[in-house]
């Protein structure tokens, strides 16, 4: 094991009961020094790479720039609820600066990954597979940084040294950075099914997305993006080798299993940031926030009078809603009990998941517990109340603006699954989708409508037909098609605000935006970087 020639401070962490797929830690002492790397086994220097992903994709952090700011999310304020000093209006409006909370707290997550995983490259022998992991966690913490802030602070991946300052990679030089660190590590990466460790699948995924994106990388605030013929078909390569592979399928009974507390090694995920139910609580920081960001308070109805846990804070918008075939996708609604007053077996219940729209009906409970019938099999359904003064019923409606009408107006999301009847909020199993396969098939789709050869139709009637039968195939596929195709797939999954961009929608007008500024298409880096860190320059637009 190679030792790194600067002392620094690092969190020892743990594994426990590790087996192929896991990758939990348990943190148990804090300490400085060279000779804690000399001893310490590989997977213990890997864990805080690993973790800090957790962090970046929390629900306030890279998801909350990526969905709120876009066309298919929004926070409004309720009453004197949720107005956060304006972030999340800011978010919407596009009229963030250089101080707002949440892109400040991203560049901090991204900045904590950049740095655990080149201590993790500094500290582990070339050629093996956690090293090669490491490189493949510091080239995606390089693509988020690229991708959101357009500048990545980067010490390289050999004779690293911390004592210097960073690099700034910007553009093009990034692109080529990220491809050639990944490259030099495929055949180290493993092969075959494991969602949460970063393989040879992964790699290919992101190198595909980087490549996708690469126009608008090296030309930001560009008019209109040239996407180059290289560089589509190296999209279209990279993801048919996945595709290929056999090693993942795409989903065919159940779209909302892949956002279930066991969807890790589902067939059709490919890499994943992986969440853990314990009782370790990680700080608002699991994907479950994001679903119980998108409910009422009080889903779970008390007749005591008391509320489970929840959130009434966000919900999408009727611009988005209205490209949907509501009727027949079955990626909008799946209703896992009737939305109505009644009762149902206890073992039936689970939460309606897709968009949540009118009148919602959840179980009866009693101090946080569901109330069991007499019977001992069945639960009553009743109506849902919102957490606020009038003890509203939870009516969402498709209208909504930022400063809300009351807590009830906007369509919830109930996309990522609550475990179990009581409050979920952090500590959850549902493992955060980062690559998955309907993503490689619609971006070769795109690529090769881009690039004018091949059969994207194909590609996108895969996604189509995988989630509704051969009668939800569509008759011809144009790159229009493929982005809303994107936004019916991936909606509540990180993906709107780099979609919207790269198909040029990201200065158009949806309810209560009405900004075009360009300059918006990146966030600003924090003040505290930029003045500490040579090198690293506040973004364009940004004081």
């Not at 961009?501 to 309810?511: S, V």
Request: proline share 3%; net charge negative.
């Amino acid at each position: 094991m190679k030792k790194q020639s600067i002392i620094f401070s690092i969190i020892l962490a743990v594994f426990f009961g590790f087996q192929s797929c896991d990758i939990d830690e348990k943190i148990i002492d804090e300490a400085s020094g060279e000779d804690l790397l000399t001893n310490a086994e590989p997977l213990t220097l890997l864990a805080p790479a690993y973790n800090n992903m957790r962090r970046v994709y929390g629900h306030r952090w890279f998801f909350a720039l990526q969905t709120f700011s876009a066309d298919e999310g929004i926070l409004p304020t309720r009453g004197s609820d949720w107005f956060d000093g304006g972030v999340f209006q800011e978010l919407h409006r596009h009229d963030w600066g250089s101080t707002h909370r949440y892109t400040t707290e991203t560049f901090g997550h991204i900045t904590a990954g950049l740095a655990t995983a080149t201590q993790a490259i500094g500290s582990l022998e070339e050629g093996t597979q956690e090293h090669a992991e490491a490189v493949g966690l510091l080239s995606h913490f390089m693509w988020v940084a690229l991708d959101a802030y357009g500048q990545v602070p980067y010490r390289g991946i050999t004779d690293i040294n911390f004592s210097d300052d960073p690099q700034i990679l910007k553009g093009a030089e990034a692109v080529s950075t990220i491809i050639a660190n990944l490259e030099s590590v495929m055949s180290s990466l493993p092969t075959g099914k494991n969602t949460v460790r970063f393989t040879q699948d992964a790699a290919k995924s992101l190198m595909a997305r980087v490549y996708l994106n690469k126009a608008v990388y090296e030309d930001r605030y560009a008019s209109n993006f040239s996407f180059s013929n290289e560089d589509m078909q190296k999209v279209i390569d990279l993801t048919t080798d996945v595709i290929s592979s056999g090693t993942h399928d795409l989903e065919t009974d159940d779209y909302f299993s892949m956002f279930d507390p066991d969807n890790e090694n589902h067939p059709e995920i490919i890499w994943s940031a992986k969440n853990e139910k314990t009782s370790v609580r990680i700080s608002g920081r699991s994907v479950s926030r994001n679903t119980t960001n998108g409910l009422s308070r009080g889903l779970l109805y008390k007749v005591d009078g008391g509320w489970e846990e929840g959130s009434d804070a966000g919900c999408t918008l009727p611009e988005f809603l209205d490209k949907f075939d509501s009727a027949n996708d079955p990626r909008y609604y799946k209703e896992n009990y009737p939305n109505e007053a009644g009762t149902i077996p206890l073992a039936q219940y689970e939460i309606n998941r897709g968009f949540l729209e009118g009148q919602l009906f959840g179980i009866k409970t009693e101090d946080g517990a569901a109330v069991i019938n007499d019977d001992q099999t069945t639960i009553d359904i009743v109506p849902v109340q919102l957490f606020s003064r009038d003890l509203s019923f939870a009516n969402h409606t498709r209208d909504v603006s930022l400063i809300a009408a009351n807590q009830s107006v906007g369509v919830r999301v109930s996309k990522w699954s609550i475990e179990g009847l009581g409050a979920n909020r952090d500590d959850t199993g549902v493992d955060i989708v980062i690559f998955r396969l309907a993503d490689l098939y619609l971006m070769r789709a795109e690529a090769k409508l881009r690039l004018g050869s091949g059969d994207a139709l194909a590609d996108v009637n895969a996604v189509r037909v995988a989630r509704g039968g051969s009668g939800f195939a569509i008759g011809s596929a144009t790159l229009e098609d493929v982005y809303d195709e994107r936004g019916f797939e991936f909606y509540w999954e990180y993906h709107r605000r780099t979609d919207q961009i790269r198909f040029g929608t990201w200065e158009d007008t949806w309810t209560d935006k009405t900004d075009t500024d360009t300059n918006m298409r990146i966030f600003p880096i924090p003040p505290g970087p930029v003045a500490e860190t040579p090198g690293l320059e506040q973004n364009p637009g940004y004081n």
